[in-house]
């Protein structure tokens, strides 16, 4: 059901249905000029917003999610090869303060126990 302002109710019924016409027409021309003047897939590569692929359009979601787990693999794979903290301090990579030293050193001799979660001594 169609509710019209006051003033459309003392209009013609075909003056409704022409302005219904002329919203439609003018949409559809704002669409087809939307459409004529859309930028070109390679522009749309060259801004990142596709991706330049061979595959077919149903296949792509699946090769990206496929990219994505490889490089979540290749990453995780590469964090646990990096070396450790100490193995730092003994290449000289990353700098260690004496205080810090004498507490390890410590820590070493008197094996005292560690939290596992954050390393912490339990005392």
């Known amino acids: 059901m ?6 459309a109710l003392k209009c013609p019924a075909a ?4 302005i219904r016409s002329l ?19 390679s522009e749309l590569v060259r801004m990142h917003i ?12 699946t090769q990206m999610m496929l990219k994505r787990a490889r490089l979540a693999d290749d990453l995780n794979e590469k964090l646990a090869q ?3 903290p100490m193995e730092l301090v ?24 560690q939290d596992e979660n954050t ?3 339990q005392l």
Do not use: M, W, Y
């Not at 919203?23 to 897939?41: A, C, D, V």
């Open 2 to 7: 169609l509710i019209f302002p006051p003033i």
């Open 15 to 18: 003056f409704h249905e022409q």
């Open 23 to 41: 919203q439609r027409s003018r949409t559809e021309n704002f669409l087809k000029h939307k459409i004529r003047s859309r930028p070109e897939r």
């Open 50 to 61: 596709l991706q330049e692929t061979h595959a077919e359009p149903s296949l792509q979601a």
């Open 82 to 84: 990096r070396p450790g």
């Open 90 to 113: 003994v290449k000289n990579i990353l700098p260690v303060e004496p205080s810090l030293v004498k507490d390890a050193v410590l820590l070493h001799v008197l094996r005292l126990p």
């Open 119 to 121: 390393g912490c001594v």
